[in-house]
C-alpha cells in the first residue's frame, strides 16, 4: 500500500496569499496569522507576496491570475464576510466560495480557503486569532500540506 502525505515543511516553496481590505481589522489578523505559519514552517518570505484586493468579491479575479502565473506552490485566500440586513451576503459568500472552489479543481496549484463567513462581527473575531483560532494560520497550514502533496503526485 502506498500512502501519499504532504509533509509541513514550507522550505523552498512559493505562496501567494489574496487578502481582502474589506473588515481590514480582521483579514490583517488572518495574514498574520498566514505569514507566521508559513515562516514557522521554513518559508522564506521573499518567497510569499502579498496581494490585497478591495473586498472578498475580488478574491477570485486576483487568485485565477496568480493561479494562471505559474509561479506559486499554493495559494491562501483571505477574508471575511459578515452577514447583513440583505442578500448581499450569501450572493459574495457563494461566488467566492464557487470560483475558488473552481480554480482549485483545475489542478493547477492548490487553493486554501480562509474565508470567514459569519452571522456576527463576534463570531468573526472569533476565527481571526481569538478563542476558535486564527483561520489564516489553518489556511496557511493546509497549504504548506497541499503544496507538498501536489509535488508528490507529479
Not at 500512502?3 to 509541513?8: A, Q
Not at 522550505?11 to 498574520?32: A, H, M, P, Q
Amino acid at each position: 500500500m502506498n500512502v501519499i502525505e504532504g509533509k509541513l515543511v514550507a522550505e523552498g516553496k512559493r505562496f501567494g496569499i489574496v487578502v481582502s481590505r474589506f473588515n481590514e481589522f480582521l483579514t490583517k489578523n488572518l495574514l498574520d496569522g498566514a505569514i507566521d505559519c508559513l515562516l514557522r514552517h521554513g518559508a522564506a518570505s521573499e518567497n510569499i507576496d502579498v496581494v490585497w484586493v478591495p473586498g472578498s468579491f475580488e478574491i477570485g479575479f486576483a487568485a485565477r491570475k496568480l493561479a494562471n502565473s505559474g509561479k506559486y506552490n499554493a495559494l491562501i485566500c483571505l477574508g471575511v464576510i459578515l452577514r447583513g440586513a440583505t442578500p448581499h451576503f450569501e450572493y459574495v459568500a457563494g461566488q467566492v466560495t464557487r470560483i475558488l472552489g473552481q480554480i482549485n479543481s483545475e489542478g493547477r496549484v492548490p487553493v486554501a480557503y480562509g474565508i470567514i463567513i459569519a452571522d456576527t462581527i463576534e463570531q468573526a473575531t472569533e476565527r481571526a486569532g481569538t478563542k476558535m483560532g486564527n483561520k489564516g494560520w489553518t489556511a496557511a497550514l493546509s497549504a504548506i500540506e497541499m503544496a507538498n502533496i501536489n509535488e508528490n503526485l507529479k
